[in-house]
Nanobody
Framework: QVHLVESGGGLVQAGGSLRLSCAASGRTFSGNPMGWFRQAPGKEREFVAAISWSGRLTSYADSVKGRFTISRDNAKNTVYLQMNSLKPEDTAVYYC???????????????????WGQGTQVTVRP
C-alpha cells in the first residue's frame, strides 16, 4: 500500500522558516515527478511547487517563487519543501503529491496527481 507522509509543519512567526518533508512508502517514486500543494480554509487546493524525477527541473507558483525551494532525495524516497520568509498568507494545510506518469512535465493541477499525503498544517503569525 502506498503512503505519503508529510511532516515538519507548525506555528511560526512571519519572516520565519520551516522545512516540510514528505516520505513515501509502498513503492518508489524516484522516477516520477512530485509536487506540493496547499489548501487554506474556504479555498481550493492550490499548486505550490513541483520537481522532476532527477531534481533538475522545478516549478513554483508565483506567490512562493524566491522564498520556497523544493528538493528531493531519491535514495530516501523523500521530497522536501524549504519555506523561507513566511507570510501569514502562507497559512494552510500543505500536501505532497506523486505523479505516477513517467514524464518531465511538471503538473500544476491537483487532479493530475495520483497519490496524496494526509497534509501538515502550517500557520504563520503576523
Amino acid at each position: 500500500q502506498v503512503h505519503l507522509v508529510e511532516s515538519g509543519g507548525g506555528l511560526v512567526q512571519a519572516g520565519g522558516s520551516l522545512r516540510l518533508s514528505c516520505a513515501a512508502s509502498g513503492r518508489t517514486f524516484s522516477g516520477n515527478p512530485m509536487g506540493w500543494f496547499r489548501q487554506a480554509p474556504g479555498k481550493e487546493r492550490e499548486f505550490v511547487a513541483a520537481i522532476s524525477w532527477s531534481g533538475r527541473l522545478t516549478s513554483y507558483a508565483d506567490s512562493v517563487k524566491g522564498r520556497f525551494t523544493i528538493s528531493r532525495d531519491n535514495a530516501k524516497n523523500t521530497v522536501y519543501l524549504q519555506m523561507n520568509s513566511l507570510k501569514p498568507e502562507d497559512t494552510a494545510v500543505y500536501y505532497c503529491a506523486a505523479d505516477v506518469q513517467i514524464t518531465v512535465v511538471l503538473r500544476t493541477v491537483a487532479s493530475e496527481y495520483d497519490y496524496w499525503g494526509q497534509g501538515t498544517q502550517v500557520t504563520v503569525r503576523p
